[in-house]
DNA sequence: CGGCTTCTTGATCTCGATCAATCAGCGTGG
DNA sequence: CCACGCTGATTGATCGAGATCAAGAAGCCG
């Protein structure tokens, strides 16, 4: 490879001239600090559709920042029984619940073409000795992860199918809005059964429920393209009171 | 304060000589280390039954380790709809959670007399960076928590009533076990109503199916006495495959 | 075009919520 | 010591949200 193409595939990676780099790990890092989190990241050839970041089991050896596209987490117990306990986009990071058992939980596995920087831990976790920032980052972003673990829990044990629904794309129009994107108009990169799986409804419960939004005039939905057209309703219905 | 009181009641608080060192966060430490964390963590009055910890909302400071008794966490949103969404056991850490938002994300409330070790997180962070084994263990404390809160999500999005109560059963059963305490005999500190909370079930359904598990020669279960007769039972019901 | 998978729509059934008493503890004060 | 009230636990009867079963429809890609 010549070193002008390397050195450009380089550059394309490093956070500095990343457009994530105000969501992402390194976030509160001064430059030179940031140079040298940089140097300890690992580019990773792209994921393709489908294709596993890694697979429930396998040691922990690195988290991984989401550079571009989008991933679940499934987790299967027994034979046939998964469970998807996350969907990961751009800025986020995945698989720091594998940290303590030094293996991963869950299956990691692209839902479109997705590029991820891996970050070993063991690296990472040496670096922020030395770069408190860094550090407290970590700490934010594995505590945020409980929060919205608690949330899940919530949603799961008290919400109806309908709020179950509108909380899952209020939540994505707001996670799309902070990355730059419309909050209005998106494209789902999971399958109907994956929002199944993931909110505990069935497939037809979901795509019962979408045809109700639609003809409720909160949503337009065609196939996986979703336009918003009332996210204040949508949002009422989200957080609205335990119905009883 | 006479100063053998005073050192008496320093002394019970030392790591080194708590009987739960092997289990808490300092359990990777070394002598010296030991000696650092203890310096920085706090006493605190024992919290009758009832009283709060902590509420939601307030100023995220500490961190906190369970010394004896137990707790439970309650997340409020809107009105009078809330969410049990953990019980805290001695050697436990409570309030992890908060160190993204700078505030606490519930309530937490004495389940009985329960004292706790205070541990102020600036201290704590500051110190973790000049103990790896800490901060690893910090990291590790977070990391399960994570996995635990996964766990309970396939709980509320999978599992059968049955299933959830005997998995909230035999889990109780390892807790105890790994603290030291008979497996198969202990006290409740939480009501029916705080049990269905947490698993997301009415309180009359927890009564029938606790019931149900008495005929079926499971448990034996008087008030809030606990005698588990049949764990194996217990334990093959709640792994049950996705019962269809 | 056929052979996939994914999505939608309809009919029925079920588990657990809800409503409604009743009962058991338990501290309080007469 | 017992009657009173209060909270928590049990038990019974009914109901409904959403699962499940069963076809179709619509993409999607060779």
Redesign the interface.
């Known amino acids: 490879m010549p070193v002008t193409a390397r050195r450009c595939l380089l550059n394309e990676t490093r956070c500095q001239t990343c457009s994530l780099s105000s969501l992402c790990l390194p976030l509160a890092l001064e430059v030179q600090d940031m140079e040298q989190f940089d140097a300890i990241i690992r580019r990773r050839a792209p994921l393709k559709k489908g294709e596993a970041l890694f697979r429930q089991g396998s040691p922990f050896t690195s988290v991984f920042a989401v550079r571009s596209g989008s991933l679940k987490q499934v ?1 299967t ?5 998964d ?1 998807l ?1 996350n969907f990961y986009l751009p800025s986020e990071l995945v698989g ?6 030094e293996r991963y ?2 299956t990691v596995v692209a839902l479109e073409t997705t590029t991820v920087c891996e970050i070993p831990f063991d690296r990472l ?1 040496a670096l ?2 030395s770069l ?1 920032e860094l ?2 980052q ?10 919205d ?2 949330r ?3 949603l ?3 919400k109806t199918a309908d709020q179950r629904l509108a909380t899952f794309f209020t939540g994505l129009s707001d996670r799309f809005r902070r990355r730059g994107y419309s909050p209005y108009s998106f494209r789902l990169s999971m399958s109907r059964a994956d929002i199944g799986n993931y ?2 409804l069935a497939v037809e419960t979901v795509s019962r429920i979408l045809g109700r939004f639609q003809s409720q005039g909160l949503v337009a939905v065609s196939g996986r393209e979703v336009n918003i057209l009332d996210l204040q309703a949508l949002t009422e219905l989200a ?1 609205e ?2 119905a009883h």
């Open positions: 987790t117990e027994g034979s046939g029984d469970q306990t720091l619940d594998g940290i303590d058992e939980p869950g976790d922020s000795e408190p550090r407290g970590l700490y934010r972003s594995m505590s945020k992860e409980m929060r673990d608690r899940m829990m919530r799961l044990s008290r909110l505990g957080e009171e335990g």
